[in-house]
Nanobody
Framework: QVQLVESGGGLVQAGGSLRLACAAS????????MAWYRQAPGKQRELVAT???????NYADSAKGRFTLSRDNAKNTVFLQMNSLKPEDTAVYYC???????????????WGQGTQVTVSS
């Protein structure tokens, strides 16, 4: 069984910073790409940033220049450093990963439970 557990959300004032973490655990063979998505109230879930197993990153336009996604392969963990936060960044942030577990031959998609980020003006 594979699980993704997020941490680091909270309440911050505009202009502040938060660091989210997502740790994958369980019977993991390989972790391919990992990503962060977010969903604001009344809106669709949107991609924030992705990182490949080779640590190549890609960011949504809204995140470029403010967010940094990094990965610790030894700990099966990704970190999303969010700086210069804006009220429009308020959302539930979800971790996503494509993982091949010991019980499956093909990689599968997994989601974390989500962590709330609230940015006050």
């Amino acid at each position: 069984q594979v699980q993704l557990v997020e941490s680091g959300g909270g309440l911050v004032q505009a202009g502040g910073s938060l660091r989210l973490a997502c740790a994958a655990s369980g019977s993991i063979v390989t972790i391919n790409s990992m990503a962060w998505y977010r969903q604001a109230p009344g809106k669709q879930r949107e991609l924030v940033a992705t990182i490949t197993s080779g640590e190549a990153t890609n960011y949504a336009d809204s995140a470029k220049g403010r967010f940094t996604l990094s990965r610790d392969n030894a700990k099966n963990t990704v970190f999303l450093q969010m700086n210069s936060l804006k009220p429009e960044d308020t959302a539930v942030y979800y971790c996503y990963a494509v993982i091949r577990g010991r019980s499956t031959y093909f990689p599968q998609s997994y989601w974390g439970q989500g962590t709330q980020v609230t940015v006050s003006s």
